[in-house]
Structure formats: structure tokens, C-alpha cells
């Protein structure tokens, strides 16, 4: 299972749109996904179209009186899980200060709850889980823990983000390439090798998602740049961070992705043929693909139900973005994803 968190102390650089949008890319792609909603803002319950209000139980109960993740999680379409958030999530910050193993609270739940046994395993049950019962609420036919666990972190490096930390095996940093955009990376970097150093030893920074870029733009080339160069600089192979890429997709500025949170829906129930769609499907092929191989990413959807337009599609014309050479060129079809179905004729399978 890949645990990845989603971090980034600087607010508002595109935390929680990559953490939605990436999972219900990966949910579409076939991969099944829980997403843990860690921010008291609860922005990705909320983008998700889930009102925090109606929670039984969320991130705060599971962090600070032992519910487990099966009372906590809601099946949101196929695939998709999500523990949602909730304001009070804020007073676990204050009511964790004096509990003794409070960095490791959720990392001890996610053993217990998802960890897989081989051992004794049978064909009916390839994996005996710790917690079946969770496994089965996420997906009935499969009894095994999710592919990907994405938390969505708030805009801090308090305990909340510590614990998030410690459950994960990697880091993805969303960015905003704009200046100070790097201003309070060397805090970041230096508290991810802190929880490496102290707590967990499986963490690395996978890489840094450049988010609302302005392309053609001068001063986005300006900070990739620079941000490239502040990597290689601080190339050593002992820290989390010695093999962090800038992913080469890069999440262009699109008013599609602003407009979807306020209507609770994912960009690809949104608007699935938009520039939007387009690169948080291709983030999510990167992701896969540079975990596996290129040939594992080009089988790796299952079921995805992607199709693939003839040509491009105006909606990229009313975002007012130019479209990414490095990723599509002009004639290259644009993608209507998953089960939204395109208006008749204007997409392949
Ligand atoms: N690629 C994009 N194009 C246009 N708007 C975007 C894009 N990505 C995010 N936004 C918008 O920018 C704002 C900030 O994004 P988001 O909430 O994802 O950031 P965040 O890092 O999670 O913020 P916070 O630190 O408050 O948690 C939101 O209004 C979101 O809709
Ligand atoms: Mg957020």
C-alpha cells in the first residue's frame, strides 16, 4: 500500500484539489484509494460533497478515542474511500499535547486496521487483513487494504501533519510557482528528515507537484529552475529527499478546478474533458509510472473507462490556457474520463 502524504505548510498551493483530483484519477484507473481528510478546514471532506456536519466520525474521533477506521470511513463511488474531517479536528492539536505517542497514533491504527498477513492465506482470501471487515466496507469483492492511501495535510507542521508523516511511506509536495515559492521548503525538508531520522525510516519525498502554473510564463521557468537546482543541491543519499523529481505533469491554473470544489463534485464528475481532468490523470499515470515501470503504467488501468477524444476539446479554449507542450501536443486527443459520459460522437473508446 502506498501512503502518501500530501504536504506542503505553505497555504493555499494546491494540497487538497491534487489530493482529490489524484484520487479519483487512481480510483478511475482501477486502484483503490482511501483518502484521509487530516486538515481541520475538512476542504477535501467538503470537495468530496460531504457536508462534515453529517459525520458520525471522522479524523478526530480516530485520532483521539480509538475509533476505528471501519465506524470512520464512507464509501464515496467505486473504488474511493474517504475519513473525513471536521472543525473539531482542531482541538486534537491541543488535547494530544500530553498524550505520550501521540506522533504515532494514527500509524499504529493503520497496522492494526490494514495490515495484511500471507501467511495462512487461501485462494478465497489471498491476504488474511487485520481488519477484513474495514476491507470489506471498501470494496466488497477484495479482501485486501486499499493500493493508495492519500492524506490530504492542513497548511502546518503541528501533530496532525507529524502523524500523517509517520504513517506515510512518502511525501508529495504540491507548489506554486510563484515567488517565495520556495521560502519555508529547508523547514519542510528539515522536519520530513526529523520524522525520517526519528520515527520512520520508510519516508521519503517522492516529489513536488508544480500546481496553478501559469504556463509560458517567465516566472514559473524562473522557480522550476531554481526549485531544480535547490534538489540537486541538497543531494545526499541519506536523506528522504535524495531522490525527489518535479514531476514532469505539471497542474496548470484552470478555472474548472476552482469551480468544482463549491459544487462537492471531482473535476472528472465536473468537467471530464477539461485541461483540469486532462492533468490530474496524467499526475496520476506519472505516479504509478514512476513506481513501476513504464510498462506497468501503460497496463495499469482496469476498467477505467477512459476514452480517448478525436481532438481537443474547446473547454481548453475557455479556460484561457494554452496547453502544455511538454505533455500533449496539438493534435494529441484529449481524455474523457471514467463513467461521466461524453456528449455522443465526441469521444473513442
Ligand atoms: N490548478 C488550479 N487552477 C485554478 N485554481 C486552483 C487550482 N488548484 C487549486 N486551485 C484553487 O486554489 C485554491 C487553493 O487550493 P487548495 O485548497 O487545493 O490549496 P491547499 O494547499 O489545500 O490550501 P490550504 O493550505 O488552505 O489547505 C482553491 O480555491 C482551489 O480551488
Ligand atoms: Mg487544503
Known amino acids: 500500500m502506498r501512503r502518501i502524504a500530501i504536504l506542503n505548510q505553505k497555504g493555499g498551493v494546491g494540497k487538497t484539489t491534487t489530493t482529490v483530483n489524484l484520487a479519483a484519477a487512481l480510483a478511475r484507473l482501477g486502484y483503490r484509494v482511501l483518502v484521509l481528510d487530516m486538515d481541520p478546514q475538512a476542504h477535501a471532506t467538503l470537495h468530496f460533497g460531504v457536508d462534515p456536519t453529517t459525520l458520525d466520525h471522522s ?60 501467511q495462512g492465506a487461501t485462494p478465497a482470501m489471498p491476504l488474511r487483513c487485520g481488519a477484513t471487515a474495514f476491507a470489506l466496507t471498501l470494496d466488497r ?8 492511501l492519500l492524506m490530504d495535510c492542513p497548511p502546518s507542521l503541528g501533530i496532525l501533519t507529524l502523524n500523517a508523516l509517520t504513517a506515510a511511506n512518502e511525501v508529495l509536495i504540491p507548489l506554486q510557482p510563484h515567488f517565495l515559492a520556495l521560502h519555508g521548503m529547508s523547514k519542510l525538508l528539515e522536519t520530513i528528515a526529523l520524522v525520517h531520522q526519528r520515527i520512520n525510516r520508510q519516508l521519503r519525498v517522492t516529489g513536488v507537484v508544480l500546481c496553478m502554473v501559469e504556463t509560458n510564463t517567465k516566472l514559473a521557468a524562473e522557480v522550476e529552475a531554481d526549485l531544480r537546482d535547490f534538489l540537486e543541491r541538497r543531494r545526499d543519499s541519506r536523506l528522504p529527499w535524495a531522490e525527489a523529481v518535479i514531476f514532469d505533469t505539471r497542474i ?8 468544482c470544489p463549491s459544487h462537492g463534485k471531482t473535476i472528472f464528475e465536473y468537467a471530464p474533458t477539461s485541461n483540469g481532468a486532462r492533468d490530474y490523470f ?8 514512476r513506481h513501476e515501470g513504464e510498462h506497468d503504467a501503460a497496463t495499469a488501468p482496469t476498467g477505467a473507462g ?20 511538454s505533455q500533449h501536443d496539438a493534435t494529441e486527443p484529449a481524455i474523457c474520463v471514467g463513467e461521466t459520459k461524453p456528449a455522443e460522437g465526441e469521444c473513442t473508446q
Open 59 to 118: 479524523m478526530y474521533e480516530l485520532l483521539t478515542s480509538g475509533t476505528s477506521l471501519r465506524e470512520a470511513v464512507r464509501h464515496l463511488a467505486p473504488n474511493l474511500s474517504l475519513v473525513g474531517s471536521h472543525i473539531d479536528l482542531a482541538a486534537a492539536e491541543v488535547e494530544l499535547v500530553g498524550v505520550v505517542g501521540r506522533e504515532v497514533i494514527l500509524r499504529d491504527l493503520l497496522r492494526k486496521e490494514l495490515s495484511c498477513d500471507e
Open 141 to 148: 469483492d477484495r479482501h485486501e487494504p486499499p493500493d493508495f
Open 252 to 259: 496548470r491554473r484552470n478555472i474548472r478546478l476552482a469551480e
Open 282 to 289: 496524467d499526475l496520476a499515470l506519472e505516479l504509478v509510472r
Open 306 to 325: 477512459v476514452a480517448l477524444q478525436e481532438s481537443a476539446r474547446s473547454e481548453d479554449q475557455l479556460d484561457g490556457a494554452s496547453r502544455q507542450p
